[in-house]
Structures are given as structure tokens and as C-alpha cells.
């Protein structure tokens, strides 16, 4: 079945670029998804890929796809204290009209000042 | 901005008891979700929803749990005779049409199994 892998923390100081990387096992994935979960908040959809693309930027964010290796990478640039968060890394399902998500446990990432 | 709002934001319930929690989706939306979040695992599909019936559910969803869509506003997910196990937070979700269109998530409800 699919499964999505992610690293559970990453410490980056602030103004430096943050790199969070996840792996996935199913190559028919469509959309890959980046969210984001503040503490005691619902899960915020960042950015998203599709399958034949391999990079995608938006403002502060950039996607990395290398789907031969079935790895994504999330990059956020200038990182502030705002961004500390859960990032979760999804795919969608393929097959059927349903497409729900598999996500990864998460990536905690951690600003030191 | 529409939101998915979630009720209650916690609930607390004693073992074998069923616990209802309820979900507003953006109101044209048209495919509704339940995922949950185990404390420290990863959010997990449950169950998704379309055009007034199940469309896809996962292992997780077994005769324990029960969705229902009463009203053409709220979408519930019934938990019967709960376990210490369904301890987790419960995330509704909803998208206007499938494909790569933003599934928005609500809060969350929280639920602790005692």
C-alpha cells in the first residue's frame, strides 16, 4: 500500500533556508500535497504538485519532485519564527473520484533564534 | 474566507459510549472526508464522501463507525461504543470537485476516550 516517510524534526536557524524531504512508495501518485499544522490548528494546505512537474514555486516556498527516486522536498527561504509548525507531507490516491490523502507522521520544524 | 468548522472542539467520553462529532463543510463543496490523528502518528484517512454515500473507506473504518450527511449542511462521523483506542483528533475535510482541487481541513475535534 502507499506509504509517505518524513524525517520528525528539523532545527534551522531563523533567516536561514529550511529543507524538509519526504519519500513516497506509490509511483501512480497524482498531486503531491505540502500542509502545514500550527499547534492546535487544523491542517493549512501550503503548495501542491502535480506528478509531471518537478518543481513548483510560490513566494517563499519551492517543490522539488524527482519522481524516479519518489521524493519531494519542501524549501522555505528566509525562515521566520512564524513558520515553526508541523509540515506534513501528502499524496493523493489514485483510482475513484474519492482521492483521499495519505500523509506522513510530519516534520516538527524547530527555529532557533 | 469559508471555513470547515468542526464541533465540539473537544469531547471527552467514557468507554463503550458513542460520541457524534459533527462537521459543517464550505457549502458548495461536494466530496467530504473524515481523517484521524493518533497523538505522535500520522493523520490517517478514514473515509470519504459523495453524492450522499461512502465512496472509499479505509481499514480504520470499520462497523464501529457510521457517516452520515442529516441535512445538507453538517456531515457526521458516529463513533459506536468507543474504544480507549479511538483516542485521536478527527479532522473533516471537504473539496469542491475531486483532482487537485485544496481539500480544506477544520480544526479538528479532539476526543479522549476514558
Known amino acids: 500500500g502507499e506509504d509517505v516517510e518524513q524525517s520528525l524534526f528539523l532545527s534551522v536557524r531563523e533567516g536561514d533556508s529550511s529543507v524538509i524531504n519526504c519519500t513516497y512508495t506509490d509511483s501512480s501518485s497524482t498531486y503531491l500535497y505540502w500542509y502545514k499544522q500550527e499547534p492546535g490548528a487544523g491542517l493549512q494546505l501550503l503548495t501542491y504538485i502535480f506528478s509531471n512537474m518537478d518543481m513548483k514555486q510560490d513566494q517563499r516556498l519551492t517543490v522539488l519532485l524527482n519522481k524516479k527516486d519518489k521524493h519531494l522536498s519542501l524549501r522555505i527561504a528566509d525562515t521566520q519564527t512564524g513558520d515553526s509548525a508541523i509540515y506534513f507531507c501528502?499524496?493523493?490516491?489514485?483510482?475513484?473520484?474519492?482521492?483521499?490523502?495519505?500523509f506522513g507522521k510530519g516534520t516538527h520544524l524547530i527555529i532557533q533564534p | 474566507e469559508p471555513e470547515v468548522t468542526q464541533t465540539p472542539s473537544h469531547q471527552v467520553t467514557q468507554m463503550g459510549q458513542e460520541v457524534i462529532l459533527r462537521c459543517v463543510p464550505i457549502?458548495?463543496?461536494?466530496?467530504f472526508y473524515w481523517y484521524r490523528q493518533i497523538l505522535g502518528q500520522k493523520v490517517e484517512f478514514l473515509v470519504s464522501f459523495y453524492n450522499n454515500e461512502i465512496s472509499e473507506k479505509s481499514e480504520i473504518f470499520d462497523d464501529q463507525f457510521s457517516v452520515e450527511r442529516p441535512d445538507g449542511s453538517n456531515f457526521t462521523l458516529k463513533i459506536r461504543s468507543t474504544k480507549l483506542e479511538d483516542s485521536a483528533m478527527y479532522f473533516c475535510a471537504s473539496k469542491g470537485r475531486t483532482g487537485n482541487t485544496e481539500a480544506f481541513f477544520g480544526q479538528g475535534t479532539r476526543l479522549t476516550v476514558v
Open positions: 457549502s458548495n463543496h461536494l466530496y
Open positions: 501528502a499524496e493523493s490516491n489514485p483510482g475513484g473520484g474519492a482521492d483521499g490523502l495519505t
